[in-house]
C-alpha cells in the first residue's frame, strides 16, 4: 500500500516548510506542497499530519543489541534489546557493537540478533572488533569481515583511555585504522573505528598520537563517550577540527552525572559554543550496555543498563533549550548516517528509505513512526513487537 503524508511540516533535517509526503515500496517517492492521488484504482493510506514534524527516523552509531557489561559478575549481563525500545524512541536505524564482553558474548551472536531484528523492521548494521586488541574477527582480519559481512560497516568500539582496554599504542591504533580503510575502501563501507573513551587522563592521546605520527587522519576514528566530562569534551574540539565526529552518550545516570558527566543535551550545547561544527556531532544511545559506576580505587558500587528511550529524551530537551531544529536532528541521526556512510538514511529526500518520524509540536512526543515504508508506531502506540514479546 502507497502511504500519502499530509500537511507535514518537514524537517529534512533542513526545514523545507509545509510539504505531502509519498511513500511507495520503502522509499520516499515524492515530497510536494500538494500530492493527490484522488484515484479509485490508487490504494492508498492518508495520514493527516497537521500539527505534526516530519523528520528523519533517528540513527543510533551504538547500541548493543545483545547486551553488555558484566563488571559486576555474570548475573550483572545485561540483556538483548527488544524492538520495541528502538521504534518507541524514534529509532529506526541502529549498530550495534560488542563492548568489554567479547568472551562470553561473540560477534556471531550480536550478528544472529542484528538480523532478528532487521527482519523485525528495524535497519541494523555492526562493528566488528571489541574493547580489546588485537581485534576479535569472524574471518580472521578486520579487512575481511568488513569485506565480506554485508553488516559490518566499521570496527568498534576499541577501548581508549580506559583500565578495561588494552592498552593499544598509536602504531596499533594506526594499523587497525588503515586496514579499517582499506576494508572499507573495497566493500563500499565507512571503514571507521568507533572508539570507546574511557575517564583515564590519556583521553584521546593515542588516537592523536596516531594521526601526528603516521599516515591516518581523524576522520578515520569516531569516539564516543565525549560527555564522560568537561576537559574531555574540551579536549576534543581540536580533534572534531582536524575531521573527527564527536560521539556524545544520551544514556546516563545520576551517579555519572554527579561524578562529572555531561547530559547529552547539555554537551550538544556546549560544543556548538565552542566552535565545533554542527556537522561533527552525533548522539548515541550505548542501549543495553552496562553503566558502570565505579569509585576513585575501581570498586563497582553499582551498575545500570543503556537505554533506546535515551536519545527522544535528549532530543527534547535540546529542543527546550532552544538549540536550533535543524542542529539538533543532525546530532540525532543526519551526521551519524553520512559517517558511516548510510546515504538512504538520515534524511527526508526523494529515494531516500521511508524512515520517518512524526513529532507534535507542541510537546515533542512521538505521534507516528514508520520503518522503511511500514507504520511501526501510531498515535503513540507500538505496532510492532519482538516474536517473543507479545503485544
Known amino acids: 500500500m502507497l502511504k500519502l503524508i499530509k500537511n507535514a511540516e518537514v524537517w529534512s533535517p533542513e526545514y523545507l516548510g509545509q510539504q505531502d509526503v509519498l511513500i511507495a515500496d520503502g522509499r520516499i517517492a515524492a515530497i510536494n506542497t500538494d500530492i493527490d492521488l484522488n484515484s479509485q484504482s490508487v490504494d492508498v ?9 516530519l523528520m528523519p527516523g533517528f540513527v543510533d552509531p551504538l547500541a548493543h543489541f545483545n547486551g553488555g557489561g558484566g563488571e559486576g559478575g555474570f548475573h550483572t549481563r545485561t540483556p538483548d534489546m527488544p524492538i520495541t525500545d528502538a521504534f518507541s524512541a524514534g529509532i529506526t536505524t541502529m549498530v550495534s557493537g560488542l563492548g568489554t564482553d567479547a568472551s562470553t558474548r561473540s560477534l556471531m551472536d550480536m550478528l544472529a ?3 532478528a531484528l532487521e527482519n523485525e523492521g528495524l535497519s541494523t ?7 580489546e586488541y588485537p581485534i576479535k574477527t569472524i574471518s580472521g582480519s578486520v579487512r575481511d569481515d568488513l569485506i565480506l559481512i554485508d553488516k559490518f560497516i566499521g570496527v568498534g568500539e576499541v577501548a581508549i583511555a580506559d583500565k578495561r582496554g588494552s592498552q593499544i ?16 575502501l573495497l566493500s563500499g563501507k565507512s ?28 576522520n578515520q576514528f569516531y569516539p564516543t563517550h565525549i560527555n564522560r566530562h ?15 565526529v564527536l560521539d556524545l552518550t544520551t544514556s546516563t545516570t545520576p551517579e555519572l552525572l554527579a561524578a562529572g558527566e555531561i547530559a547529552a543535551a547539555d554537551a550538544l550545547g556546549e560544543l556548538l559554543e565552542l566552535g565545533v561544527d554542527e556537522n561533527h556531532i552525533s548522539f548515541s544511545t550505548d542501549c543495553n550496555a552496562s553503566l558502570p559506576d565505579f569509585d576513585k580505587a575501581g570498586k563497582l558500587r553499582g551498575l545500570k543498563v543503556g537505554r533506546a528511550q535515551s536519545l527522544l529524551e535528549s532530543v527534547q530537551q535540546a529542543l527546550a533549550k532552544g538549540i536550533p531544529t535543524t542542529k539538533v536532528l543532525k546530532a540525532a541521526g543526519t551526521n551519524a548516517a553520512d559517517r558511516l556512510k548510510l546515504p538512504r538514511k538520515g534524511h527526508i529526500a526523494v529515494g531516500a528509505d521511508a524512515d520517518i518520524l512524526l513529532m507534535n509540536q507542541e510537546d515533542q512526543s512521538i505521534t507516528y513512526v514508520i520503518a522503511k515504508g511500514k507504520m511501526v508506531v501510531e498515535l503513540g502506540k507500538p505496532l510492532k513487537f519482538g516474536e517473543f514479546q507479545g503485544s
Open 230 to 244: 568537561r576537559q574531555l569534551m574540551e579536549s576534543a574540539v581540536q580533534f572534531a577540527q582536524q575531521g573527527a
Open 169 to 184: 599504542t598509536p602504531h596499533e591504533l594506526a594499523r587497525l585504522a588503515a586496514d579499517a580503510k582499506v576494508g572499507g
Open 45 to 53: 493510506q492518508v495520514i493527516d499530519a497537521t500539527g505534526l514534524w
Open 125 to 131: 548494521f555492526c562493528y566488528t572488533g571489541s574493547y
Open 191 to 218: 571503514g571507521i573505528v568507533f572508539l570507546h573513551v574511557g575517564d583515564e587522563p590519556s583521553m584521546l592521546s593515542v588516537a592523536e598520537h596516531a594521526c601526528a605520527d603516521f599516515d591516518v587522519t581523524a
Open 113 to 115: 540478533k542484528a538480523c
